[in-house]
């Protein structure tokens, strides 16, 4: 058996948190303007399982996934407990967070063509980082990587260690990125919307590959999405964002036939599936608000067909009816 799959499946009941964040704001500070694009999320992930952020472009979502990682940009200012594998993130240092990226963590990026470099080959790209965090050789990396694009199911494994990034179809190129991100068999991954720019065959058989690879290895991962389909397919979470906040958590089958939050109740009447033929579709009126300045109460108030005066007034605490489940919403009942 590949040594890759040898490491053992961490179950989620013996496990403290992979993740834990508690109160984080990130805000994004120029000569102009200040944009608050996370304001005081609150989330935890297991080992072993799969939280989706789910949410309009936007929302918060990706921000929230870099914080994870300090991979924000120097105009970013972060408040907040932030810890991975019980590291406190915002204290590192940056030789602690170059060791952290890659063998801790490591991130699945949206466009492969531009994460990957285009100048080296597929097998050096893999091979680089497990010299760098594990000391292999290079034809011990060399041979990692063989194994690692066996793993993802690429065809013609062995041919595409040779291979430029351009050389790629989109769906290669992404596996050949989660083969980089899986290199050093990390605790947590991280995935940034990793099918949006696939076609539909493809993007399933990259959410199926995503699932088994996550189950063989134990990791912990984190999936941002705006697609419905995707998150009820991959996650065993979901956490919706809106304006920087999450308005409702629970578990994905829970929470995709019994939303509590009218912001999701919203989006999954917006959804197109197969039985809505002659149907005119739901939308949800109005835009998401401006983040420069933090919205008072709750953000989704003046979109909300069942929203009242006391949505407006001060900050909207989360609830939580029954085990499980949160929602940030004054219609929904208290434990």
Do not use: W
Not at 247 to 263: F, S
Not at 278 to 291: E, K, N, W, Y
């Amino acid at each position: 058996m590949s040594e890759i799959l040898e490491r053992p499946v961490v179950t989620t009941a013996a496990a403290s948190p992979l993740i834990t964040m508690r109160d984080v704001h990130v805000r994004f500070v120029t000569r102009d303007r200040t944009v608050h694009a996370v304001n005081g999320v609150d989330l935890d992930l297991a080992a072993g399982e799969v939280l989706c952020i789910l949410g309009e472009s936007g929302s918060g979502k990706s921000v929230t996934m870099r914080a994870l990682m300090k991979l924000l940009p120097r105009t970013a200012k972060v408040s907040g407990r932030i810890e991975v594998a019980g590291r406190d993130v915002t204290a590192m240092s940056e030789g602690e967070l170059q060791d952290f990226r890659g063998s801790d963590v490591a991130m699945i990026f949206q466009e492969p063509m531009t994460a990957l470099d285009p100048v080296f080959t597929i097998g050096r790209q893999i091979a680089e980082t497990v010299q760098r965090h594990e000391g292999l050789s290079r034809a011990a990396a060399m041979a990692r990587a063989l194994e690692l694009l066996e793993l993802v199911q690429i065809p013609s494994a062995r041919r595409r260690l040779e291979a430029y990034p351009h050389e790629l179809s989109g769906g290669l190129r992404q596996r050949a990125m989660i083969a980089v991100a899986l290199a050093c068999k990390p605790k947590l991954l991280l995935a940034d919307e990793p099918t949006t720019a696939l076609d539909a065959t493809v993007q399933i058989q990259v959410l199926l590959l995503l699932r088994k690879l996550q189950e063989q290895l134990g990791m912990g991962v984190v999936f941002v999405t705006h697609d419905l389909g995707v998150a009820g397919e991959i996650a065993d979470r979901v956490a919706v964002m809106y304006a920087g906040r999450v308005v409702e958590e629970g578990p994905v089958g829970a929470l995709m036939t019994g939303p509590l939050h009218p912001y999701p109740r919203g989006l999954l009447g917006a959804t197109v599936h197969g039985g809505m033929r002659g149907q005119r579709l739901t939308t949800i009126p109005g835009a998401p608000p401006s983040l420069e300045t933090v919205p008072v109460g709750c953000p989704f108030a003046p979109r909300c067909t069942e929203a009242e005066e006391v949505c407006t007034v001060g900050e909207i605490a989360p609830r939580r009816p029954v085990p499980g489940r949160m929602a940030r919403c004054v219609h929904v009942p208290a434990e």
